[in-house]
């Protein structure tokens, strides 16, 4: 950026002060950067260590032709300093401030100017460091960190956009907000912690014991009091300055503290729990929605790729992660149940961790999840509570769906929520049907999410008819009849999956299953018990493609569920000449599970069942891989919902097959491919984690290296796909950044 600014004043020399006024000297922005400081020692070693260009003792000197004012003194002097400059000639100068409570500072300006003045822009830097002074000045020290800007009502835009330019300029990031939301919640998130830290050391100080509590206090002790080691008259000033807020968020404080020692006191361990688990959660949960990225740490960032080289074959036994859709409902039904139902194989996946955060935001206490296994304390069908805010819910489009009709037979109203992704997913197919029973749901442009759903709703049970063949669409209205008055039954034109059906049954609920229809009837409960999640046969499809096509492959998958509404992978590799046996089939709480042995096949292209397509319609992206490694052409028909999955799959695999040599043409319900050699190349998973998977799988058959971009979402399915297709034979990892 060119110099376009002749003067900036920073008035108080201190950390935030010189800060700005080094970073922005340093930048080049101003022709002049002046200081203004009534200590004659910060004036002479601002100028010494470049942190100004020259320092004044007065207002009036330093401001004199300043195109810029920062105002970066304590809080309470902020009065007196505005009183002064109100009898400045400050010309067309933007004034703007870094004080942390700015209805303090708003009040000093209306009362020293008169009325507040147009070219104020109050501003609050969310940045520090233990060290003060001038001395400390750090031209990167807003660098990645957040600048809240606070403008008045008649603050003018001109004034705003330059004040905004300066701070974007030393690397910070900006933001709006209104003054009185700001003073909440930095009272909240700011001042609160600072009082705790200060108050806990004083109490422990005082008592007679104080020296051995401080000699055996842990570093848990240590990190939280560091805050109280702060500059005791700055936050005088800023608990006087922020007196109405803080209060306010003191006495929510106060009761939740008497909750927990009443807890403590009655020996209330379920309370206990909720408290803790819903503190551990809360801020890997809060973070993630801030940043609307995935829960799983280890693939959160858009610039995962993979590097998968050709050739391997697959060997040994492995075990995948659990089933997503029970892992889902085990949550959600164990929530509702009256009792403690305890789930083991839980997929810790994003999806499946957005449900269960969602209920523990409607006050349900749940353990874990440690190891796979998650303990939920059920509040029965209309125990749960009204979330504080907004039900986030990540990329899952079956926790939003099946919520959405679990949500509109409840007393209050939530909001639906989801990253990128999850927002420009359809979600009128639920909508609808559930507006026909009496439900209140508001959906943003196109019936896309957010879901906004009213409660208090007087629900009809139906009977609907099912346009698409749609396990998420059926879940939801069964879901929505547990609360509606009389009968809701559901009729599908192919069959899909039945886990609501069999959990619900499983937890002692009846539900009529007649051929394709399901009836369930309000008035029930849900009884708490013991649930196993089988592998995951979604995630089992991999590796069943993947020693289907690599020569020389034999691989046992272990524990996997074969519900009939879900082996269509299965079925349809067999069709393709794939050699799979099912071993020791057993049922594990109502669901059948069996270990699937699966051998390298000369693999030929079929026309896929339109009757298959409802039971393999996660699959689909690694069966296209399959196709394109058989003899002859594979053609699919009836699968227009690959179109409005995390991505359009039919156009995506398609243009990935292209690349990599495979003659592909997409049609407007399904595909066609022809078999043939694979190359290698650059594949664009567009975020879409089965895509990611499937061309992994692929580069068993490729001749070249095949670089798959936008990886992080597989972490949403599949955590540790890497691990275990490495362990299998599949010779894919993560992307050298070197």
Same mark, same amino acid.
């Given at each position: 950026m060119s110099v376009q600014l002749k003067r900036l004043t920073v008035v108080g020399l201190g950390l935030i002060g010189g800060s700005f006024a080094k970073g922005l000297r340093e930048a080049g922005l101003f022709a002049e950067v002046v200081g203004v400081d009534k200590d004659p020692r910060s004036r002479a070693r601002a100028v010494e260590l470049g942190v100004t260009d020259r320092c004044e003792e007065t207002l009036a000197a330093g401001c004199a032709g300043a195109d810029v004012i920062m105002l970066a003194v304590p809080i309470l002097a902020m009065e007196k300093v505005l009183a002064e400059l109100a009898t400045v000639e400050l010309g067309q100068a933007v004034i703007t401030d870094v004080g942390s409570a700015k209805g303090n500072v708003v009040r000093a300006a209306e009362q020293a100017f008169g009325e507040f003045p147009a070219a104020f822009v109050p501003g609050h830097p969310i940045a520090g460091s233990e060290q003060s002074g001038v001395e400390a000045a750090n031209a990167s020290l807003f660098q990645r960190h957040k600048v809240i800007l606070t403008p008045h009502e008649r603050t003018e835009q001109q004034a705003l956009r330059l004040v905004r330019k300066l701070w974007v300029a030393l690397g910070a990031q900006v933001e709006f907000m209104d003054i009185g939301h700001h003073d909440e919640v930095l009272a909240a998130t700011s001042h609160l912690p600072h009082l705790l830290a200060f108050g806990l050391v004083d109490s422990l100080a005082k008592q007679s014991e104080n020296l051995e509590i401080?000699?055996?206090?842990? $570093? *848990?002790?240590?990190?939280?009091?560091?805050?109280?080691?702060? =500059?005791?008259? #700055?936050? &005088? =000033?800023?608990?006087?300055?922020n007196r109405e807020a803080v209060l306010r968020i003191l006495d929510i404080y106060r009761a939740d503290l008497d909750s927990l020692r009443a807890a403590i006191d009655t020996g209330d361990g379920v309370s206990l729990l909720g408290i803790f688990t819903r503190a551990q959660a809360a801020r890997e949960h809060f973070t993630k929605m801030l940043a609307r990225r995935a829960y799983m740490d280890t693939m959160h960032s858009q610039d995962v790729s993979y590097l998968a080289k050709p050739g391997g074959r697959l060997s040994g036994r492995v075990r995948v992660p659990g089933d997503k859709s029970i892992s889902h409902r085990s949550i #959600?039904?164990?929530?509702?149940?009256?009792?403690?139902?305890?789930?083991? %194989?839980?997929?810790?996946?994003?999806?499946?961790?957005?449900t269960l955060q969602a209920f523990r935001d409607m006050g349900v206490v749940i353990e874990g999840p440690h190891n796979g296994r998650v303990v939920v304390h059920g509040v029965g069908l209309h125990g749960l509570k009204q979330p504080p805010g907004p039900l986030y819910l990540g990329n899952s489009g079956t926790s939003m769906r099946l919520l959405s009709g679990l949500l509109a037979g409840q007393s209050f109203d939530t909001v639906l929520t989801g990253d990128e992704s999850l927002s420009k997913r359809p979600m009128g197919r639920v909508a609808k049907p559930l507006r026909e029973m009496g439900a209140l749901i508001e959906t943003g442009s196109e019936g896309r999410p957010p879901l906004t759903i009213r409660g208090g709703q007087r629900l009809s049970g139906m009977h609907y008819d099912m346009p698409m063949a749609s396990a998420q669409v059926k879940s939801c209205l069964l879901l929505a009849g547990l609360y509606a008055a009389g009968e809701t039954s559901v009729s599908e034109p192919a069959p899909t999956r039945d886990h609501t059906e069999r959990m619900l049954q499983g937890f002692g609920y009846a539900v009529d299953v007649q051929g394709n229809k399901a009836a369930v009837k309000s008035g029930g409960k849900l009884s708490a018990g013991k649930i196993e999640v089988p592998a995951d046969i979604s995630s089992a499809a991999f590796f069943l493609v993947a020693a289907s096509i690599a020569e020389g492959s034999e691989l046992l998958l272990e524990h996997v569920g074969i519900n009939p509404t879900r082996t269509g992978v299965i079925d349809i590799l067999r069709l393709m000449g794939g050699d799979i046996q099912v071993e020791n089939q057993r049922v594990v709480g109502g669901e059948p599970v069996a270990d699937l042995r699966v051998r390298a096949a000369k693999l030929k292209g079929i026309e896929i069942p339109e009757d298959l397509v409802p039971l393999a319609i996660d699959e689909f992206p690694v069966l296209f891989v399959a196709a394109a490694c058989a003899e002859g052409t594979t053609i699919l028909r009836g699968a227009e919902e690959l179109r409005v999955k995390e991505s359009d799959r039919i156009q995506v695999m398609a243009d990935g097959l292209k690349v990599l040599g495979i003659k592909a @043409?997409?049609?407007? =319900? $399904?595909?066609?491919? @022809? *078999? %043939?050699? #694979?190359?290698? $190349?650059?594949?664009?998973? &567009? %975020?879409? &984690?089965?895509?990611?998977?499937?061309?992994?799988?692929?580069?068993?058959?490729?001749?070249? =290296?095949?670089?798959?971009?936008?990886?992080?979402?597989?972490?949403?399915?599949?955590?540790?796909?890497? $691990?275990?297709?490495?362990?299998?034979?599949?010779?894919?990892? #993560?992307?050298?950044?070197?």
């Open positions: 401080f000699r055996y206090a842990a $570093g *848990g002790f240590r990190d939280f009091t560091r805050i109280a080691g702060s =500059d005791p008259v #700055m936050w &005088h =000033d800023i608990f006087r300055a #959600m039904l164990g929530s509702l149940a009256e009792g403690t139902t305890e789930v083991e %194989g839980f997929l810790e996946g994003e999806d499946a961790l957005a @043409e997409p049609t407007p =319900d $399904g595909i066609v491919i @022809e *078999g %043939g050699q #694979m190359l290698g $190349g650059e594949i664009d998973s &567009h %975020g879409d &984690h089965r895509i990611a998977m499937a061309f992994s799988v692929a580069s068993l058959r490729a001749q070249e =290296d095949i670089v798959i971009r936008d990886c992080a979402n597989v972490a949403t399915s599949f955590p540790n796909f890497l $691990g275990i297709a490495q362990k299998a034979g599949i010779q894919v990892a #993560m992307e050298s950044k070197a």
